[in-house]
């Protein structure tokens, strides 16, 4: 059996965003709306970075260039919740990786919080489309 986990708030706590955004709240606002986003770009065909799509959304939240670029600082250097390897090396008999957009530097296993058993890392770059930016 194979099993695919998507990074962010899934194996990533992105609790740490809530002092860069201003609260929790602020951050599940910016969270669906760069989920949002990312529904749009997928559902029309355009691909997004999801830098990208975080950038826009931090924008329509109100934050300024430092903010978002705490933001991405913050994003790359989140830890994995406390459950997730112990529940991850439960999964046994099965196989793990991890869904990630292409360049993120966010996957849980380049900071050691993938178990042994999760040896992949998807990129989503294959919706890119030629000639989108």
């Not at 439960?90 to 999760?118: C, D, M, S, T, Y």
Request: one cysteine or more; hydrophobic letters at 45%; charged letters at 25%.
């Amino acid at each position: 059996m194979l099993f695919i986990f998507d990074i962010n708030e899934t194996l990533l706590d992105m609790r740490p965003l809530d002092d860069v955004i201003g609260s929790t709240e602020r951050r599940r606002e910016w969270f669906a709306l760069v989920i949002k986003a990312a529904l749009v770009s997928a559902s029309t065909g355009v691909y997004r970075d999801f830098a990208d799509l975080g950038g826009a959304a931090a924008a329509m939240c109100g934050l300024g260039e430092d903010a978002v670029e705490r933001l991405g600082a913050t994003m790359r250097t989140l830890p994995g919740h406390p459950d997730v390897l112990p529940g991850l090396k439960r999964l046994r008999g099965g196989r793990a990786g991890e869904l990630a957009q292409a360049g993120a530097r966010a996957a849980a296993g380049e900071r050691g919080h993938r178990p042994a058993a999760a040896r992949r890392v998807l990129r989503m770059s294959f919706v890119g489309r030629k000639g989108e930016g």
